[in-house]
């Protein structure tokens, strides 16, 4: 009976709450005009605009640390106002009158993270592979897909701003965060970083690149003054950025800790007014890193627009402070105004106020995120070595020895505050430090067991490789041995490009011992290989994420073909690198220092290239378990643009993915380096197949920039165009006449 009575009323009570619901929401869309979604951003953020008062309007430029920590005071400790998503990067109370959201922010690109806090509160989520990995993969349609998983988990976890992506220029290869970011070349780069900024914002969370700019090291990141020609910058560091903004729309940058050419990156007129606002015409804000705020007035009138979390900084700055320099005029209201305006246009177009955050993670499909991460990270390992084609292995093999790397438990991830705790808990605990910039965290995604399933007849044994001739002594009898080898970076550091404990020794002797060794490096980036003669294959699989373990296996037992290429040069020794010893070295902790980048737009492939120097594996390479041929290779100008085409075919026994490249260089050698990469394109191909692609490249990949005219300019002449399969193996060369170009520093791809 009572069913029954409940069945009658039920659909009456939806009834009568939907209309109650549209009757508020047309209420709301008479009285607060601002939340009609179909409104254009600009218009809604001006209506908000108009019904703030000043204090609401202050409290969006001003965020607090939404994490338990340590006060200033000794013995004292900061906790995070209510409404805050409890161990979290940062917390913006929102404006309920106006109906409009906090803002909670969570890092980061990689993933749902969690801040200092006690082990209960972290949350459990999937991580993608490293950003380094996922530009490996030079797919800007996984980094798309991998933005859209991680911005849902941020969005059912309570969170509507994420943190990343990261995406600083790889300048420096030691650089501490690499891990975090896209690689050394801005075209690559900005790519990469746009699609991810794309995935995110598809899912109602505001994406924000990060760090604006020049943050290419650790080491005294918050007082080191990263010193640049504007030009080389233009081309280089600020062009990733350029790309990475107008392909993506995110809608916040975050400015960086530390100083370019002398001012801090947060106060620093030129970044923030000049290049990112009038020049890039970005329409988004600027918040601060977290402590990087060092002014009020300097760094409200250069055009930071909200102060992130106070507690880093010396002072609440965008707080009373800020209130103070309005009331003494040396603020312009008008400035206020167009700060928060920033802010809720971005909000508005990221949705953020459209679809509420969920909670809590419910509802989030781990299985389904995981594949995911394993599908980027299945195409960002980098075959770099394969003598004798060792790999892929066969299932029939018998014996299989199994070293290293806690690849019986999981994968390694990198630290700092983009650490994601994974699902089913960090499969490595107690690693040191277990502090900050720790913990170390490994994905419970083991290689191990991975391999185990593709190959269940192989005998397969595990060993630490803590005992170094013990592991020598089995490998002896083993039909194959695979070496697991990390190198741990984290963020506030930088690293050194040599494997350490002992693992350099641990796979000389294994090798030694086995000549059919095949070492997996899990790293933040290049490093040095002095047994790279002794060993049959190696495989770069970077931090490989959340579906880490089977991406391995799949790729070694060649189920899935290599088709990683390396987004980022690795060098045969320190002494190539346009500063040999790591800028900062010696200087005590806090004591500013100048980084003189007098090697400007030569990054990476472009300083080796201009150098003349081998390095040990070149940006762009990477082997493949088949083999491809170029043909056909045509240069022209279309529309006004460089078009080029070329035919790849697969002429190898197997199925498998094509990276070519276009490079292109003046004849005239004017430029920086030899030649930049112009654009690439990346195909799988059964064998026997052929396809033509195409590639257009942009204007500004031919260009210098021309500073005292603060814009772009080409000089009208002859100009090579290279098809390669990196950019230091070129299979295709072909001539191309261009006319003059020049354009405002102001242009953009329209
Ligand atoms: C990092 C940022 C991060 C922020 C919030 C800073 O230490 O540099 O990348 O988003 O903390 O956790």
């Given amino acids: 009976m009572l069913r029954a009575k409940t069945a009658l009323f039920t659909p009456i009570l939806l009834l009568v709450a939907a209309l109650a619901a549209r009757a508020a929401a047309a209420d709301a869309g008479a009285l607060r005009p601002w939340l009609d979604p179909s409104l254009a951003p600009d218009t809604r953020a001006e209506l908000a605009l108009k019904a703030m008062t000043r204090p609401e309007k202050l409290s969006l430029v001003f965020g607090y640390f939404a994490s338990e920590s340590p006060d200033s005071k000794p013995g004292a400790r ?33 993933g749902v993270a969690t801040q200092h806090s006690s082990p209960d509160a972290y949350r459990e989520r999937t991580a993608l592979p490293s950003g380094l990995a996922t530009a490996a993969t030079w797919n800007a349609q996984l980094a798309r897909s991998g933005g859209a998983m991680i911005g849902a988990e941020a969005r059912a976890s309570g969170f509507d701003v994420l943190l990343g992506p990261g995406m600083d220029l790889m300048r420096e290869v030691r650089g501490g965060r690499s891990f975090e970011y896209a690689g050394e070349d801005p075209w690559l780069a900005g790519t990469i970083a746009g699609a991810e900024i794309r995935g995110i914002q598809s899912q ?47 809608g916040a940058v975050m400015c960086a800790y530390n100083k370019v050419n002398g001012s801090y990156a947060c106060e620093n007129h030129w970044l923030l007014r000049q290049v990112l606002d009038r020049d890039w015409g970005f329409p988004g804000y600027v918040m601060s890193d977290w402590g990087a705020v060092h002014s009020t007035v300097r ?143 490994y994905l419970p995604s083991a290689p191990l067991g991975a391999i185990m399933g593709v190959a269940p007849q192989a005998n397969i044994r595990y060993l630490d490789g803590g005992d170094i001739a013990a592991a020598a002594r089995e490998a002896a009898h083993a039909d194959r041995v695979i070496i697991f080898a990390t190198q741990w970076a984290a963020e506030s550091r930088d690293v050194a490009l040599t494997l350490d404990r002992s693992q350099n020794q641990l796979i000389a002797a294994v090798a030694a011992a086995n000549p059919r060794t095949i070492v997996v490096l899990e790293t933040n980036g290049p490093v040095l290989m002095p047994w790279l003669g002794k060993v049959a294959a190696v495989l770069e699989a970077w931090y490989p994420g959340s579906g880490g373990g089977p991406a391995i296996a799949k790729v070694l037992f060649g189920a899935v073909d290599p088709s990683g290429r390396l987004p980022v040069t690795f060098p045969a020794s320190l002494a190539q690198l346009p500063h040999p010893v790591l800028p900062g070295t010696g200087i005590p902790d806090g004591q500013p220092f100048s980084i003189d980048y007098r090697e400007g737009a030569a990054v990476g492939y472009k300083w080796f290239q ?71 394109s990346k195909i799988t191909l059964a064998a026997g197949a052929s396809a033509p692609v195409s590639v257009r490249v942009d204007p500004r990949l031919l260009a210098m920039f021309d500073q005292a005219h603060d814009r772009w300019q080409r000089a009208a002449g002859t100009y090579l165009v290279w098809v390669g399969e990196s950019s230091a193996k070129l299979e295709l060369e072909s001539k191309v006449r261009l006319p003059a170009w020049a354009h405002a520093a102001r242009w953009r791809v329209q």
Wanted: proline share 8%.
């Fill in 610 to 680: 201009e150098r003349g120097l081998k390095p040990l594996f070149p940006f762009g390479y990477g082997l493949s378990y088949t083999r491809f041929r170029y043909s056909e290779l045509k240069a022209r100008v279309l529309d006004g643009q460089l078009a080029v085409s070329f035919i790849v075919t697969n002429v190898g026994g197997q199925p498998g993915a094509a990276v070519p490249q276009v490079y292109v260089g003046p004849s005239s050698g004017s430029w920086e380096a030899p030649r930049r990469l112009g654009g690439w």
């Fill in 78 to 110: 900061y906790a995070p106002p209510p409404g805050a998503r409890i161990g979290s990067a940062g917390y913006i109370p929102g404006i309920p009158r106006l109906g409009l959201p906090p803002q909670w922010l969570t890092d980061a690109g990689l």
């Fill in 204 to 250: 109602h969370v505001i994406a924000v690149v990060k760090h604006y700019a020049l943050n290419d090291q650790e080491t005294g990141r918050t007082v080191l003054s990263a010193d640049i020609s504007e030009a080389a910058a233009r081309e280089s560091d600020l062009l990733a950025f350029e790309l990475a903004i107008e392909q993506g729309h995110p």
């Fill in 299 to 441: 760094s409200a009138l250069a055009g930071l627009d909200q102060e992130s979390a106070y507690t880093f900084d010396q002072k609440p700055y965008f707080g009373a402070a800020l209130r103070a320099a309005l009331a003494a005029g040396s603020v312009p209201p008008a400035r206020l105004d167009e700060m928060a305006y920033r802010i809720l246009r971005s909000m508005f177009a990221a949705g953020v106020a459209d679809h509420p955050v969920g909670r809590s993670g419910v509802g989030i499909d781990f299985a389904a995120d995981r594949r995911v991460a394993e599908a980027d990270e299945g195409q960002a390992i980098v075959l770099l070595k394969n003598a004798r084609a060792i790999l892929p292995l066969a299932r029939s093999v018998r014996q299989l020895l199994i070293i290293g790397g806690h690849a019986d438990r999981g994968v390694l991830s990198g630290g700092g505050s983009s650490t994601v705790f994974p699902v089913g808990g960090n499969a490595v605990p107690g690693l040191q430090p277990t502090g900050w910039p720790g913990p170390i965290v």
